[in-house]
Nanobody, 125 residues
Framework: QVQLVESGGGLVQAGGSLRLSCAVSGLSFSTYTMVWFRQAPGKERQFVAGINWSGDRTYYSDPVKGRFTISRDNAKNTVYLQMNSLKPEDTAVYYC??????????????????WGQGTQVTVSS
């Protein structure tokens, strides 16, 4: 049974930091691209950041570039999202996902086979 379990969300003031974790079990973690998406109330789920299987390639959406850092530890089957300089507009439920996307569809939810249940991040102004 595949499980992706996010943790680390919470309430933080603008300008603060949070570190999200996603622990993965039931699949060959080191062979999958791992990503983070987020979904704000009333909005579609949007790509945030991704990291390839080996961890030597990362990519980010424009709104978070320079503030968020994705990383992974294949020995621990865990992917992380370090979020700095948080803004109220970063408020959302954050989801991790695993898949094998192409260069064309890596920002699409359809490219990912496995999803976590999400963790709430709330940034107050």
């Amino acid at each position: 049974q595949v499980q992706l379990v996010e943790s680390g969300g919470g309430l933080v003031q603008a300008g603060g930091s949070l570190r999200l974790s996603c622990a993965v079990s039931g699949l060959s973690f080191s062979t999958y691209t791992m990503v983070w998406f987020r979904q704000a109330p009333g909005k579609e789920r949007q790509f945030v950041a991704g990291i390839n299987w080996s961890g030597d390639r990362t990519y980010y959406s424009d709104p978070v570039k320079g503030r968020f850092t994705i990383s992974r530890d294949n020995a621990k089957n865990t992917v992380y999202l370090q979020m700095n300089s948080l803004k109220p507009e970063d408020t959302a439920v954050y989801y991790c996902a695993a898949g094998s996307p192409t260069s064309r569809d890596y920002m699409s939810t359809m490219a990912y086979d496995y999803w976590g249940q999400g963790t709430q991040v709330t940034v107050s102004s």
